[in-house]
Each structure stands twice: as structure tokens, then as C-alpha cells.
């Protein structure tokens, strides 16, 4: 039994504690029924390395979501500096999407990939796991492509931010 109020209380210094809290910007994409789909992420992370796997969430199963939910398999994006434009367009209802000047080009095994983030790990749902109004979603690992180095876009406090030093300028080793 909870207390009236408690949760509340909880649930915004929960909110806070994670405002401040910096994280990785991702792009998923995948192809839905009807078409490309993405959407910006901030909660990816390495589940294991062998079998390679790694988890999101997503809020709701409509949409976007919903299109990377339906899709048989996905693209993680791992975001670089200068990159807000999309991860904005991506985060946001209505924005253009998947457009010329974002420099999408189409894999041949169908799903959009930007080639000017940093990495892209390309993968089929495992499972999902229901969770509130969100999921878990568990992403088998298929492959990994390397993009354009660059420091990795961060999302803290409402706002872009990006992690620059000399380990974060360093090239993303090779083979």
C-alpha cells in the first residue's frame, strides 16, 4: 500500500536525480509496416558482450516506438557533437525526418543508417519487457558499423551537452 503524496514525491526527485544525470544521445531506426521509422534515446546500454546485446526503453508502444517495436530488426546510433538537429527532429512530433540534408542512406538489408554518427549497432528484438508505460526492449547484436569519429553527444539537465577530451576525440578502433 502506498502513501498519498509519497508517490508523487518519489517519483520527481526520481526524475530529478536522472535530470542530472548524463547520458549517451541514440537515434533508433528500424522499417515499420509503413515505412522508416526513429526515434532519439538517451537510456541505451551494453547488456553483454558475448552474445553481444544491448537494451533501450521507449515509452509508449504507439508511434514511433510502436514502428521500432513492429520492425524485424534495428539500428542503434551512437550520436556526435553537432548532431542536435537530429536527435531534436527525432525527439519531436511532426519534425522532418529521414531527409537529404540529415544524410540518411538506406543499408541493403533495408534500414535507414546515418553514416555521420560515430557507430551504429544493428540488431533484432530479443524480447520486450513491459514496464509502467514503458518497455524494455533487448537488442540482439547482428552487427556493428563504423561511422565518423567525433566527441559522443550527451543529454543532461534538458540540454545537449558533449563529452570532449582526448579519450573522446580518439578514433573508434578499427577491425
Same mark, same amino acid.
Given at each position: 500500500?502506498?502513501?498519498?503524496?509519497?508517490?508523487?514525491?518519489?517519483?520527481?526527485?526520481?526524475?530529478?536525480?536522472?535530470?542530472?544525470?548524463?547520458?549517451?544521445?541514440?537515434?533508433?531506426?528500424?522499417? &515499420?509496416?509503413? %515505412?522508416?521509422?526513429? =526515434?532519439?534515446?538517451?537510456?541505451?546500454?551494453?547488456? $553483454? @558482450?558475448?552474445? /553481444? #546485446?544491448?537494451?533501450?526503453?521507449?515509452?509508449?508502444?504507439?508511434?514511433?516506438?510502436?514502428?521500432?517495436?513492429?520492425?524485424?530488426?534495428?539500428?542503434?546510433?551512437?550520436?556526435?557533437?553537432?548532431?542536435?538537429?537530429?536527435?531534436?527532429?527525432?525527439?519531436?512530433?511532426?519534425?522532418?525526418?529521414?531527409? &537529404?540534408?540529415? %544524410?540518411?542512406?538506406? =543499408?541493403?538489408?533495408?534500414?535507414?543508417?546515418?553514416? $555521420? @554518427?560515430?557507430? /551504429? #549497432?544493428?540488431?533484432?528484438?530479443?524480447?520486450?519487457?513491459?514496464?509502467?508505460?514503458?518497455?524494455?526492449?533487448?537488442?540482439?547484436?547482428?552487427?556493428?558499423?563504423?561511422?565518423?569519429?567525433?566527441?559522443?553527444?550527451?543529454?543532461?539537465?534538458?540540454?545537449?551537452?558533449?563529452?570532449?577530451?582526448?579519450? &573522446?576525440?580518439?578514433?573508434?578502433?578499427?577491425?
Amino acid at each position: 500500500m502506498s502513501t498519498p503524496g509519497l508517490e508523487n514525491d518519489v517519483t520527481e526527485k526520481f526524475k530529478g536525480a536522472f535530470r542530472h544525470h548524463p547520458a549517451g544521445v541514440a537515434l533508433v531506426t528500424g522499417i &515499420a509496416p509503413d %515505412g522508416p521509422v526513429g =526515434l532519439t534515446l538517451s537510456s541505451v546500454a551494453s547488456v $553483454s @558482450a558475448d552474445p /553481444a #546485446v544491448l537494451v533501450f526503453s521507449v515509452t509508449r508502444a504507439t508511434g514511433s516506438a510502436g514502428g521500432i517495436l513492429a520492425a524485424p530488426s534495428a539500428l542503434v546510433h551512437f550520436l556526435v557533437a553537432g548532431q542536435e538537429p537530429i536527435a531534436d527532429a527525432f525527439a519531436r512530433t511532426g519534425q522532418p525526418r529521414f531527409t &537529404a540534408e540529415q %544524410g540518411f542512406q538506406t =543499408l541493403p538489408t533495408g534500414e535507414p543508417f546515418l553514416p $555521420s @554518427a560515430r557507430i /551504429a #549497432v544493428r540488431g533484432t528484438i530479443r524480447e520486450t519487457h513491459p514496464v509502467g508505460p514503458s518497455a524494455l526492449v533487448l537488442l540482439d547484436v547482428l552487427d556493428v558499423l563504423e561511422g565518423t569519429p567525433g566527441a559522443p553527444l550527451l543529454y543532461v539537465d534538458r540540454h545537449y551537452d558533449s563529452l570532449v577530451s582526448s579519450a &573522446a576525440a580518439v578514433e573508434v578502433p578499427r577491425g
